[in-house]
Protein backbone atom coordinates (compact mmCIF):
# COMPACT_ATOMS: atom_id res chain seq x y z
CA UNK A 1 0.00 0.00 0.00
CA UNK A 2 1.41 3.38 -0.78
CA UNK A 3 2.21 5.54 2.26
CA UNK A 4 1.62 4.46 5.62
CA UNK A 5 -1.71 7.27 6.24
CA UNK A 6 -3.94 4.57 6.13
CA UNK A 7 -6.92 6.30 6.02
CA UNK A 8 -6.36 8.10 2.64
CA UNK A 9 -6.41 11.31 4.21
CA UNK A 10 -3.69 13.68 3.30
CA UNK A 11 -0.83 13.27 5.69
CA UNK A 12 1.73 15.74 7.29
CA UNK A 13 3.61 15.68 4.54
CA UNK A 14 1.04 17.14 2.29
CA UNK A 15 -0.47 19.76 5.10
CA UNK A 16 3.06 20.89 5.94
CA UNK A 17 2.91 23.15 2.98
CA UNK A 18 0.25 25.15 4.82
CA UNK A 19 1.86 25.64 7.86
CA UNK A 20 4.65 28.48 9.07
CA UNK A 21 7.36 26.89 10.21
CA UNK A 22 10.16 28.79 12.70
CA UNK A 23 13.05 26.68 13.16
CA UNK A 24 15.03 27.60 16.43
CA UNK A 25 18.51 26.81 15.11
CA UNK A 26 17.93 29.46 11.70
CA UNK A 27 16.72 31.82 14.72
CA UNK A 28 20.30 30.97 16.55
CA UNK A 29 22.25 31.74 13.07
CA UNK A 30 20.48 34.84 12.48
CA UNK A 31 21.05 36.25 16.10
CA UNK A 32 17.96 36.47 17.18
CA UNK A 33 19.38 35.31 20.53
CA UNK A 34 22.14 37.52 21.04
CA UNK A 35 22.42 39.00 24.34
CA UNK A 36 22.93 42.55 22.33
CA UNK A 37 20.44 42.58 20.45
CA UNK A 38 17.17 43.95 22.13
CA UNK A 39 13.63 45.07 21.24
CA UNK A 40 11.50 43.93 18.05
CA UNK A 41 13.06 42.01 15.25
CA UNK A 42 12.62 40.80 12.06
CA UNK A 43 14.45 37.73 11.42
CA UNK A 44 14.53 36.41 7.22
CA UNK A 45 14.23 33.02 9.16
CA UNK A 46 10.59 33.43 10.63
CA UNK A 47 9.52 35.66 8.06
CA UNK A 48 5.74 34.97 9.52
CA UNK A 49 6.08 36.71 12.67
CA UNK A 50 8.22 39.24 14.06
CA UNK A 51 10.54 38.30 17.41
CA UNK A 52 11.20 39.55 20.47
CA UNK A 53 13.92 37.32 22.96
CA UNK A 54 14.36 37.97 26.48
CA UNK A 55 16.05 36.29 29.08
CA UNK A 56 15.12 32.36 27.43
CA UNK A 57 11.43 33.80 26.03
CA UNK A 58 10.85 34.00 22.78
CA UNK A 59 7.59 36.26 21.52
CA UNK A 60 6.48 35.77 18.56
CA UNK A 61 4.29 38.43 17.57
CA UNK A 62 1.59 37.95 14.40
CA UNK A 63 -1.20 39.17 12.35
CA UNK A 64 -4.34 37.87 13.24
CA UNK A 65 -5.80 36.46 9.98
CA UNK A 66 -8.99 37.64 8.18
CA UNK A 67 -12.29 36.21 8.76
CA UNK A 68 -11.15 35.45 12.75
CA UNK A 69 -11.82 37.28 15.94
CA UNK A 70 -9.89 40.32 16.35
CA UNK A 71 -8.81 40.40 12.83
CA UNK A 72 -5.82 42.76 11.86
CA UNK A 73 -4.77 42.79 15.76
CA UNK A 74 -1.59 41.49 16.83
CA UNK A 75 -1.20 38.42 18.45
CA UNK A 76 1.54 37.23 20.76
CA UNK A 77 3.13 34.21 21.74
CA UNK A 78 5.42 33.20 24.03
CA UNK A 79 7.66 30.42 24.14
CA UNK A 80 10.28 29.01 26.51
CA UNK A 81 13.90 28.74 24.78
CA UNK A 82 16.28 26.49 26.27
CA UNK A 83 20.01 25.19 25.60
CA UNK A 84 21.85 22.53 25.80
CA UNK A 85 25.44 22.26 25.81
CA UNK A 86 27.33 20.39 22.27
CA UNK A 87 29.61 17.90 22.35
CA UNK A 88 32.48 19.66 20.91
CA UNK A 89 31.82 23.26 22.88
CA UNK A 90 28.99 25.70 22.20
CA UNK A 91 25.13 25.31 23.11
CA UNK A 92 22.23 24.19 20.92
CA UNK A 93 19.01 25.74 21.24
CA UNK A 94 15.56 24.45 21.80
CA UNK A 95 12.56 25.41 22.00
CA UNK A 96 9.77 24.12 24.84
CA UNK A 97 6.57 23.84 22.59
CA UNK A 98 3.69 25.91 24.20
CA UNK A 99 1.23 23.33 23.52
CA UNK A 100 2.64 20.24 25.33
CA UNK A 101 5.69 21.16 26.83
CA UNK A 102 8.20 18.99 24.45
CA UNK A 103 12.09 20.00 23.65
CA UNK A 104 11.63 20.65 20.28
CA UNK A 105 13.37 22.84 17.36
CA UNK A 106 10.47 23.29 14.91
CA UNK A 107 7.27 25.16 15.72
CA UNK A 108 4.65 25.25 13.17
CA UNK A 109 1.34 27.09 12.68
CA UNK A 110 -1.35 28.10 10.47
CA UNK A 111 -4.03 30.59 10.33
CA UNK A 112 -6.30 28.58 12.63
CA UNK A 113 -3.66 27.75 15.29
CA UNK A 114 -1.10 28.84 17.56
CA UNK A 115 2.87 27.87 17.38
CA UNK A 116 2.73 24.02 18.65
CA UNK A 117 5.03 21.26 17.57
CA UNK A 118 4.24 19.28 14.12
CA UNK A 119 3.34 16.28 17.01
CA UNK A 120 0.78 18.78 18.52
CA UNK A 121 -0.43 19.59 15.39
CA UNK A 122 -0.77 16.66 13.94
CA UNK A 123 -2.78 14.89 16.87
CA UNK A 124 -5.31 18.02 16.61
CA UNK A 125 -5.54 17.16 13.05
CA UNK A 126 -6.54 13.46 13.58
CA UNK A 127 -8.89 13.93 16.78
CA UNK A 128 -11.08 16.88 14.52
CA UNK A 129 -11.00 14.27 11.73
CA UNK A 130 -12.16 11.05 13.19
CA UNK A 131 -14.86 13.23 15.23
CA UNK A 132 -16.80 13.64 11.60
CA UNK A 133 -16.23 12.44 8.82
CA UNK A 134 -12.89 10.75 9.33
CA UNK A 135 -14.85 8.08 10.57
CA UNK A 136 -16.79 7.66 7.46
CA UNK A 137 -13.73 7.76 5.36
CA UNK A 138 -12.19 4.84 7.11
CA UNK A 139 -14.56 2.69 7.32
CA UNK A 140 -14.97 3.14 3.45
CA UNK A 141 -11.12 2.96 2.78
CA UNK A 142 -11.33 -0.46 5.33
CA UNK A 143 -13.78 -2.08 2.73
CA UNK A 144 -11.73 -0.99 -0.11
CA UNK A 145 -8.69 -2.44 1.45
CA UNK A 146 -10.66 -5.70 1.83
CA UNK A 147 -11.45 -5.46 -1.63
CA UNK A 148 -7.85 -4.92 -2.43
CA UNK A 149 -8.11 -1.74 -3.71
CA UNK A 150 -6.77 1.23 -2.43
CA UNK A 151 -8.01 3.98 -0.09
CA UNK A 152 -9.64 7.14 -1.47
CA UNK A 153 -12.98 7.88 -2.90
CA UNK A 154 -11.27 8.62 -6.39
CA UNK A 155 -9.24 5.45 -6.54
CA UNK A 156 -11.09 2.51 -8.72
CA UNK A 157 -13.20 -0.16 -7.25
CA UNK A 158 -12.14 -3.51 -9.08
CA UNK A 159 -14.20 -6.37 -8.35
CA UNK A 160 -11.84 -9.78 -6.59
CA UNK A 161 -11.81 -12.47 -8.97
CA UNK A 162 -14.53 -15.11 -7.33
CA UNK A 163 -16.25 -12.52 -5.48
CA UNK A 164 -20.09 -12.47 -6.07
CA UNK A 165 -21.43 -9.91 -8.16
CA UNK A 166 -24.74 -8.86 -6.29
CA UNK A 167 -21.29 -9.18 -3.13
CA UNK A 168 -19.39 -6.61 -5.38
CA UNK A 169 -22.65 -4.52 -6.30
CA UNK A 170 -23.50 -4.19 -2.09
CA UNK A 171 -20.30 -3.38 -0.98
CA UNK A 172 -19.42 -0.52 -3.54
CA UNK A 173 -22.97 0.77 -3.14
CA UNK A 174 -21.80 0.13 0.88
CA UNK A 175 -18.68 2.17 0.33
CA UNK A 176 -20.14 5.62 -1.89
CA UNK A 177 -22.49 5.63 1.05
CA UNK A 178 -20.14 6.10 3.36
CA UNK A 179 -17.86 8.53 1.08
CA UNK A 180 -20.94 10.78 -0.03
CA UNK A 181 -21.73 11.01 4.08
CA UNK A 182 -18.36 11.35 4.89
CA UNK A 183 -18.11 14.35 2.00
CA UNK A 184 -22.13 15.96 2.93
CA UNK A 185 -20.76 16.26 6.89
CA UNK A 186 -17.51 17.85 5.80
CA UNK A 187 -19.28 20.04 3.47
CA UNK A 188 -21.79 21.29 6.30
CA UNK A 189 -18.83 21.92 8.82
CA UNK A 190 -16.84 23.48 6.84
CA UNK A 191 -19.94 25.93 5.88
CA UNK A 192 -20.75 26.61 9.51
CA UNK A 193 -19.72 30.29 10.62
ZN1 LIG B 1 3.68 20.04 21.13
Redesign the pocket.
Known sequence: MAGNDQSGRPGWRERIEDYSRVDVKALKRDGVFDTMRRGIQISPACPEAALEYRAGILSLLYLIPEGHRNAGEVAKQRVTVESTPCRFGGFRPWFR??????R?SSLFKDDETRF??????D?AYRSQCESWSGRRYLKANKLRWSLGGEAGAMSPIVRPKGMHENTFFMLTLKIRELEAAAITSMAASSSRP
Not at 116 to 121: E, I, K, L, M, S
Open positions: CPSCGRVACRRCHL
